[in-house]
């Protein structure tokens, strides 16, 4: 329910979206806490100047720190098509889908747009 009372809700391949929006950031670091679970997402470049956009997670001192390599580059925009599982939230299962436009690439943590949706499955039966 929305600060005028009124009820929305919205679904996406049966997944309903928690939370959607767009960020500007001007660091290499975004921190979200959705109930108990928090998760943060660090932007860093590797030495080979060549490599491809990526990111990879891991959970650290009970936080989810999602790494995400190479994200320079990409004026034209570079993210993920397909929801990403990433824990369960009131017995759902939470996902994370994100696109990204860098729009100072002489910049190591220059200016992106950080577009992301968190998304809610089904009440888990078991």
Do not use: C, W
């Amino acid at each position: 329910m929305n600060d005028l009372g009124i009820k929305f809700k919205a679904t996406v391949n049966e997944l309903e979206v928690l939370e959607s929006g767009i960020l500007l950031l001007i660091g290499n670091e975004v921190v979200f806490n959705i109930d108990s679970l928090e998760i943060k997402l660090i932007f860093s470049l590797e030495a080979d100047e060549n490599k491809k956009p990526h990111y990879s997670g891991q959970v650290e001192n009970g936080v989810l720190v999602i790494n995400m390599y190479n994200f320079k580059d990409s004026s034209l925009g570079d993210g993920i098509n397909t929801p990403l599982e990433i824990g369960v939230v009131n017995g759902r299962s939470l996902s994370f889908i994100f696109y990204i436009n860098s729009h100072d690439t002489n910049n190591e943590f220059g200016l992106k747009e950080f577009k992301y949706s968190f998304l809610l499955g089904n009440k888990n039966d078991g």
